[in-house]
Antibody, heavy 120, light 107 residues
Framework: VQLQESGPGLVKPSQTLSLTCTVS??????????WSWIRQPAGEGLEWIGR???????TYNPSLKSRVTISIDTSKSQFSLKLSSVTAADTAVYYC?????????????WGQGTMVTVSS | DIQMTQSPSSLPASVGDRVTITCRAS??????LNWYQKKPGKAPKLLIY???SLQGGVPSRFSGSGSGTDFTLTISSLQPEDFATYYC?????????FGQGTKVEIK
């Protein structure tokens, strides 16, 4: 399984950040995976943004819930992130990752990450 | 939310040193604790899952222990490629939360 993020590297303040993660391999329809977005602002730690299951059920970090939407397109083996009303505080490297339930019950496969800058 | 607190934040060390990093959860998380290694420009790499299980392909000098609220990551003999930042992650309950990181740097 491999994951690859794509999307604009520059977003204006107050606009919506949109990223897509493309999953290669046979696992996209597996019961065992939760597909997640995680970010890391420069010089800071990692923050889990939210996850989506193949059924389309999404769960978000309460700290971002009002601005986040994660969706999935199983026909394309993709899942996407939308973050609305962005500010400079949303500038970060954004990762997509797979969380494998049961074993290891952790994020075990990650995309390479994509830098998103919020600036006018 | 469960708060994960790592210590120390920075750890100067030399090649060959035994290194220990701790992670404390604000409430019991059983053994749902994972450790990651993060290098600049790279995605995090899973080292240890379920507190003490070594992820495939990870050198045996890495080990983890603990349960409940207190956990440790130990590197038995630090190698040059181990200088990095280490994060713990609790996967006990949503929202999943990371520790703030421990940077292992050259002394």
């Amino acid at each position: 399984v491999q994951l690859q993020e794509s999307g604009p590297g520059l977003v204006k303040p107050s606009q919506t950040l949109s990223l897509t993660c493309t999953v290669s391999g046979d696992s996209f329809s597996s019961d065992n995976y939760y597909w997640s977005w995680i970010r890391q602002p420069a010089g800071e730690g990692l923050e889990w943004i939210g996850r989506i299951y193949k059924s389309g059920t999404a769960t978000y970090n309460p700290s971002l819930k009002s601005r986040v939407t994660i969706s999935i397109d199983t026909s394309k083996s993709q899942f996407s992130l939308k973050l609305s009303s962005v500010t400079a505080a949303d500038t970060a490297v954004y990762y997509c990752a797979s969380f494998t339930a049961l074993v290891p019950n952790a994020f075990d496969i990650w995309g390479q990450g994509t830098m998103v800058t919020v600036s006018s | 939310d469960i708060q994960m607190t790592q210590s120390p934040s920075s750890l100067p060390a030399s090649v060959g040193d035994r290194v220990t990093i701790t992670c404390r959860a604000s409430q019991s998380i059983s053994s749902y604790l994972n450790w990651y290694q993060k290098k600049p420009g790279k995605a995090p790499k899973l080292l240890i899952y379920s507190a003490s299980s070594l992820q495939g392909g990870v050198p045996s000098r890495f080990s983890g222990s603990g349960s409940g609220t207190d956990f440790t990551l130990t590197i038995s003999s630090l190698q040059p490629e181990d200088f990095a930042t280490y994060y713990c992650l609790q996967s006990y309950t949503l929202p999943w939360t990371f520790g703030q990181g421990t940077k292992v740097e050259i002394k």
